[in-house]
């Protein structure tokens, strides 16, 4: 006969050198989605100020419809003076503004630079002084100095624009962060490439800004080219305010109005085609 059955010992489990392996989840972890990007134009700033501009013309022009023009008012605008006078307008703000980019833009640069620095306070006051005589007043004084024109007229507009444009240009270029530029000098960049490939790339949204300020001042000030014989809607407004004609003053001044509003429209859009895409995120 055999002896008693001992009684049985548990085992304890063999410990492995190596770490358990967590349990499998029952569920698959998600997969990463890509993000787009936010779209650099919206529906939004494609539209509504254009619809805005076309709802006030169109009001204007059903409002001219049933008005009563007289002799003198049918005399202002017949012969196709309305359309001259905007395209007049339109040439006055375009001339205008290329000579204040191509003033503004490179002296802006040029201040920023360590031999120039000590200029920028010159520069500055008499690009301040520029915007902050009367523009009637710079006007006459540029008539009295050059004669009745086109010439004096844009002469007005250019120092009465120059100011957002320099300003924008240097602070938008002293803005940049030095490690950034100390990098770009270290991998070997020459100050010019350093410039074109990093320090105005960064400072082009605050440039665009100040084109954008220096176009609608432009565009406003073009009314007044009237008193220097430079033409314009100034034309009409002046016309429907020593004759008394509302008619023609209330068209000379909407047509100013939509022409500033579709003026910074467009200078919005390139405002966000033209900015550095890596500044977007």
Known sequence: M???ESPRTSRAPEVSGEPEAPPAESEEAPTPTHVRAPARLSWQKLTIVPAMLVVLLLATWLWFQQA????????ALSNGQVSQALWEHIELT???TFFVLIIAIPLGILLTRRAFRK????AMAFANMGQATPAIGLLALLVIWLGIGRRAALIGMIAYAVLPVLSNTMAGIQANDPTMLEAARGIGMSPLGVLSRVELPLAVPLILAGVRTALVLNVGTATLAVFGGG???GVL???GITNQRMPVLVLGSILTVALALLVDWLASLAEVLL???GLDL
């Open 119 to 122: 200029a920028t306070p010159v």
């Open 68 to 75: 009563d023009l007289d002799a003198v008012s049918e005399n």
């Open 237 to 239: 407004i002046t016309a």
């Open 231 to 233: 033409g314009g809607l």
């Open 2 to 4: 055999s002896g008693p």
């Open 94 to 96: 375009a001339i205008s």
């Open 275 to 277: 900015r550095p895409r």
